[in-house]
Nanobody, 114 residues
Framework: QVELVESGGGLVQAGGSLRLSCAAS????????MNWYRQTLGKPRELVAS???????DYADSVKGRFTISRDNVKNTVYLQMNSLEPEDTAVYYC????????WGRGTQVTVSS
């Protein structure tokens, strides 16, 4: 059974930082591309950051220079370090594992107050 469990969300003031974690089980983690998406009410889910199995990273323009995605293939965990947070970053953040199939976590709420 595949499971992705996000953690690390919360309430933070603008300019602050949070680190999200997503622990994966039931997959060969090192062979999957891992992604972080976010979604706010009434809007489509947005790709925020991605990291391939070869550790190539990519970011949405809105978070470049502020967010960093990384992975630990020993701990089967992907991270999203979020710095200089802005109220516009408020969303539910979802972890995604993609190879032949795609799996999703249940999300973690990030709220940035102004």
């Amino acid at each position: 059974q595949v499971e992705l469990v996000e953690s690390g969300g919360g309430l933070v003031q603008a300019g602050g930082s949070l680190r999200l974690s997503c622990a994966a089980s039931g997959i060969i983690f090192s062979s999957y591309a891992m992604n972080w998406y976010r979604q706010t009410l009434g809007k489509p889910r947005e790709l925020v950051a991605s990291i391939t199995s070869g550790e190539t990273t990519d970011y949405a323009d809105s978070v470049k220079g502020r967010f960093t995605i990384s992975r630990d293939n020993v701990k089967n965990t992907v991270y999203l370090q979020m710095n200089s947070l802005e109220p516009e970053d408020t969303a539910v953040y979802y972890c995604n594992a993609k190879r032949l199939l795609t799996y999703w976590g249940r999300g973690t709420q990030v709220t940035v107050s102004s």
